[in-house]
Nanobody, 126 residues
Framework: QVQLVESGGGLAQPGDSLKLSCAASGIIFSIYSMEWHRQGPGKQRELVASITGGSRTNYADPVKGRFTISRDNAKNTVYLQMNSLKPEDTAVYYC????????????????????WGQGTQVTVSS
């Protein structure tokens, strides 16, 4: 059974920092690109940051220079360090395991299914 479990959300003031974690189980974690998405009130879900199995990272423009995505393959965990938080960062943050359009390859097999966590609420307010 695949599980992605996010943690670390909560209430923060503008300028504060939070660190989100997403612990994965039931997948070969190292072969997946891992992503953080968010969905703010009344908004569509958007990609915030991504990290490949080889730790190449990419960020959405609104969070560049403030957020850092990282992964620990030994712990099957991806992180999102969020600094200088703004009220517009308020959203439910979701972890996503993405095999990519060509699938994720491991030991003679390709894996094509993606997985989502249940989300963790981040609220930034004074």
């Amino acid at each position: 059974q695949v599980q992605l479990v996010e943690s670390g959300g909560g209430l923060a003031q503008p300028g504060d920092s939070l660190k989100l974690s997403c612990a994965a189980s039931g997948i070969i974690f190292s072969i997946y690109s891992m992503e953080w998405h968010r969905q703010g009130p009344g908004k569509q879900r958007e990609l915030v940051a991504s990290i490949t199995g080889g730790s190449r990272t990419n960020y959405a423009d609104p969070v560049k220079g403030r957020f850092t995505i990282s992964r620990d393959n030994a712990k099957n965990t991806v992180y999102l360090q969020m600094n200088s938080l703004k009220p517009e960062d308020t959203a439910v943050y979701y972890c996503h395991a993405d095999p990519g359009p060509a699938g994720a390859y491991y030991s003679g097999a390709y894996y094509y299914t993606d997985y989502w966590g249940q989300g963790t609420q981040v609220t930034v307010s004074s």
